[in-house]
């Protein structure tokens, strides 16, 4: 049994985190296999979006504590090296050209808070939260957990989420900006999924750049965000993307960007 299944809607690729006795924690081989599908979709030039979801009632409960308990005796160097593996599943998200949408149904706990934050747009049901509660066994926030969350949300509640590590349900967490939108209860996934239609027939290079752009955003200052802007316009504007959107424009059709992918 693959530990990520792969399945396609139309112009969406459906990776689906599948470990659901385990609440979808990051097992043994969980990172190779989820590099693995984030490179194929990004890869395959009939893919325009990537919706990520979990197996069963939950979307991912981070790492598992049972992996966890063995690292004590490891040197910090060896430490250093099973961190990387989630650190590389977080980069290929955040380096991804293509959007990708996470759909979460009851809940994300301690990594698979870091899963869902690094995707582009967040679709979670009305009965589920984010517990980031690594402090109540003695560890502290990974995968670049406390970076996308202080990107939306006050460090008051980014300190009451870390130190105190309750849970923050999903109407709050979309009251603040961190979740783009709400779906009833099993709907996650299909909601997702439509979002992700929004992508169907957009192009590809300036959504690569625009993904870059939004991801520069927060920490360049701001010359070296207006220079990127500036290259990347100076790109755009001899694209056959552009030549495309600005005749279909002013020829008055709808543009076909899926012809350049």
């Known amino acids: 049994m693959s530990i990520?299944?792969?399945?396609?809607?139309?112009?969406?690729m459906l990776l689906t985190l599948n470990n659901p006795t385990k609440r979808?924690?990051?097992?043994?081989g969980f990172h190779d296999e989820f590099q693995s599908s984030i490179k194929m979709a990004d890869e395959n030039k009939e893919i325009s979006s990537i919706v990520i979801n979990g197996a069963g009632d939950f979307?991912?409960?981070?790492?598992d504590l049972n992996a966890l308990k063995t690292r004590r005796s490891m040197s910090e160097e060896q430490r250093y090296?099973?961190?990387n593996?989630?650190?590389g599943t977080i980069y290929s998200i955040f380096n991804c050209s293509k959007p990708i949408i996470s759909a979460i149904e009851g809940g994300a706990a301690g990594a698979g808070v870091s899963l869902a934050m690094a995707c582009d747009l967040v679709v979670m049901s009305e009965d589920s939260f984010f517990s980031l509660a690594y402090v109540k066994i003695g560890l502290t926030p990974d995968g670049a957990a406390t970076k996308f969350l202080s990107e939306t949300l006050p460090r008051q509640l980014?300190?009451?989420?870390?130190?105190?590590?309750?849970k923050i349900d999903s109407s709050r967490l979309y009251q603040l900006g961190a979740v783009n939108v709400l779906s009833q209860k099993?709907?996650?996934?299909?909601?997702?999924?439509?979002?992700?239609?929004?992508?169907?027939n957009l192009p590809k290079n300036s959504i690569s750049r625009i993904k870059n752009l939004t991801r520069s955003a927060y920490g360049n200052n701001f010359s070296e965000q207006i220079k990127l802007e500036t290259d990347f316009m100076v790109k755009s504007q001899g694209d056959k993307e552009s030549i495309e959107g600005i005749d279909a424009f002013l020829e008055k059709r709808q543009p076909d960007f899926k012809k350049l992918r």
């Open 4 to 12: 990520i299944e792969n399945e396609i809607h139309g112009n969406t």
């Open 24 to 28: 979808n924690s990051m097992i043994k």
């Open 59 to 63: 979307f991912c409960a981070g790492g």
């Open 81 to 83: 090296e099973t961190l």
């Open 85 to 87: 593996q989630l650190n």
């Open 158 to 166: 980014l300190s009451e989420m870390a130190m105190i590590g309750g």
């Open 186 to 200: 099993g709907n996650a996934k299909e909601t997702a999924i439509e979002l992700s239609k929004n992508f169907e």
